[in-house]
């Protein structure tokens, strides 16, 4: 038994975009996003329902689905395979696009409803937080309250999860463990054998099942996205390669700089000695502090300290 990579263009919308089995997406969306008893999402409306592409369309490696709930909440929920640095920019434009995007013009504001995205990324969003999924508000800095609750975040990072089966903990876990291991698995897990949502998962991502168009599509993604990764991994090395040669480069400079300032500092320790024995041999012939350090170039305090010890501490001493 074959199953799809559900990371693929044609598996991640044919398993989550599909109007015949839109349980499945109500059932992610609750999982991912955990709303209270009373707020979970019942039925979706797909915005643009699975259909099966043609090869010149899959230009993009931006994988989303967009759906509305029967409260008019809507949902992005988009699958980004590439690492993008301005990935945090481009969700705030897709749910803020779709905020505005429901008002025509003469409508009023209150008709406005909820915006959630979410992002299942194959690449680490935060590395300073462990943990593989993250929910994002806007709130009040002082009182932590979500009065500005219209736009709301919610980021899967695929790298950052390593669960087995045994230890998943909860449908959360269950979703992300499909998403990231199902083309590695041969059959399908007891633990998923108990509900009939996973049950549906699993039967869409089996490609047997699938038309020849299809295959032939998803094929044609994992290519390219396997084309795209190799390439980026050979301008990563290329691009590591020339550090490694600028860095060995720089650091022939920074020798010779260096040589030349050890060189320097050398030099004037021996000045200095010198200085502090010819001021020592004054110091024997009762001239004055002054007289000495307007000969020697040192200070009073030097002079007063040959005086008092020998050449050696008083040298230490003004190091």
């Not at 705030?92 to 003469?106: E, I, M």
């Not at 699993?202 to 998803?218: I, T």
């Amino acid at each position: 038994m074959k199953f799809a990579d559900p990371r693929n263009d044609i598996a991640f919308k044919k398993i989550f975009g599909n109007q015949q089995h839109k349980e499945v997406l109500i059932h992610f969306v609750n999982a991912a996003l955990d709303f209270p008893k009373g707020s979970k999402v019942a039925d979706v409306s797909f915005e643009t329902p699975y259909q099966i592409p043609k090869i010149e369309d899959l230009k993009e490696t931006i994988l989303d689905v967009q759906a509305t709930d029967e409260q008019g909440r809507q949902f992005i929920i988009e699958m980004q395979v590439q690492h993008d640095h301005y990935f945090h920019k481009r969700s705030l434009y897709y749910t803020a696009k779709s905020y505005v995007n429901q008002l025509d013009a003469g409508e009023q504001y209150n008709e406005l409803k909820k915006v959630h995205f979410i992002g299942i990324l194959d690449f680490v969003f935060n590395p300073e937080d462990s943990y593989y999924l993250s929910n994002h508000l806007i709130l009040n800095t002082r009182s932590q309250q979500n009065q500005l609750d219209d736009f709301a975040f919610c980021f899967i990072e695929l790298p950052k999860f390593n669960k087995t089966l045994e230890e998943i903990a909860d449908a959360a876990d269950q979703w992300i463990f499909f998403i990231k291991n199902a083309r590695r698995l041969e059959e399908i897990p007891a633990l998923y054998q108990q509900e009939p949502v996973f049950r549906t998962a699993f039967s869409v991502a089996q490609q047997h099942s699938w038309s020849k168009h299809e295959r032939q599509l998803y094929d044609y993604v994992s290519l390219r996205l396997g084309r795209e990764r190799s390439q980026i991994q050979t301008a990563q090395e290329k691009g590591r390669q020339e550090g490694r040669q600028e860095g060995r480069q720089e650091g022939e400079q920074i020798g010779l700089a260096r040589g030349e300032q050890i060189g320097l500092e050398k030099g004037l320790r021996q000045q200095h000695l010198t200085q502090l024995r010819t001021a020592q041999e004054l110091l024997k012939m009762d001239l004055s502090n002054q007289q000495i350090a307007t000969a020697t170039g040192l200070t009073i305090a030097e002079i007063e300290n040959i005086a008092e010890h020998s050449i050696d501490e008083a040298n230490g001493q003004s190091k």
